[in-house]
């Protein structure tokens, strides 16, 4: 079966650092992944997606991604944090359907 | 372009209750997948509906059933509500290319709370 875990259900930084958050995943076949982020009462919005092309995955608001199959991750980083990147992610897999299997997530915690 | 649009926002049922809860795609879309979230977790796949059938159905009882209409819309019915039914409903509308990793956008939510 197919699953993912995201180490970290919260993570601090302060503004100007690094973000880290760390997603690994389960499964027999090539996955597609996904980050979503969640603002406080809102749905969920894309930051990136790998679909087995380029292995390091540019997303929005300056998010990327690398995709490591020998380490079953896909970490999600940002050189510089900003107060507006506070919010919960999350880490998905999709095969063969449009069927999303989500973390259980990370809430980001940014302090000036 | 118009995107996914949720209704309602809030809803309180008590427990044994019927609930409908309705999700409108994006235009173009043709496959409308809903979620559940409870608090502090992340989404769980219920079901999910393309061209007006159910195409894959995640781990949940019979209770929980839906709809897709022609024009895409959708629509999620819960019987014999539960306690443990309360949680955030997301409605994602996606375009089925025949291949998969498509993007699925994302409505705001309907929160359901049963007492």
């Known amino acids: 079966a197919q699953s993912v875990t995201q180490l970290g259900s919260h993570v601090s930084v302060s503004e100007g650092a690094l973000v880290l958050l760390r997603c690994n995943y389960s499964?027999?076949?090539?996955?597609?992944l996904f980050w979503y982020v969640q603002y406080p009462n809102q749905g969920l919005q894309l930051l990136l997606k790998y679909t087995s092309a380029a292995t390091l995955v540019k997303g929005i608001n300056g998010f990327e991604a690398e995709f490591k199959k020998s380490e079953t991750s896909f970490h999600l980083t940002k050189p510089s944090a900003h107060m507006s990147d506070a919010a919960e992610y999350f880490c998905?897999?999709?095969?063969?359907?449009?069927?999303?299997?989500f973390g259980t997530g990370t809430r980001l915690q940014v302090f000036p | 372009e118009t995107g996914v649009t949720q209704s309602p926002t809030h809803l309180i049922k008590t427990r044994g209750q019927q609930v409908t809860l309705r999700c409108s795609s994006q235009?173009?879309?043709?496959?409308v997948s809903w979620y559940q979230q409870a608090l502090g977790q992340g989404p769980q796949f219920i079901f999910q509906y393309y061209r007006e059938e159910e195409n894959g159905r995640g781990n949940f009882p019979p209770r929980f059933s839906g709809l897709q209409f022609p024009n895409y819309s959708s629509e999620l019915n819960v019987n014999a509500l539960e306690l443990d039914d309360s949680a955030l409903y997301l409605c994602?509308?996606?375009?089925?290319?025949?291949?998969?990793?498509?993007?699925?956008?994302f409505g705001p939510g309907t929160r359901l709370t049963v007492l």
């Open positions: 235009s173009g879309h043709n496959t």
């Open positions: 499964s027999s076949v090539p996955p597609y």
């Open positions: 998905a897999v999709n095969i063969y359907t449009d069927k999303l299997i």
């Open positions: 994602a509308s996606s375009s089925r290319t025949g291949t998969s990793g498509n993007e699925q956008f």
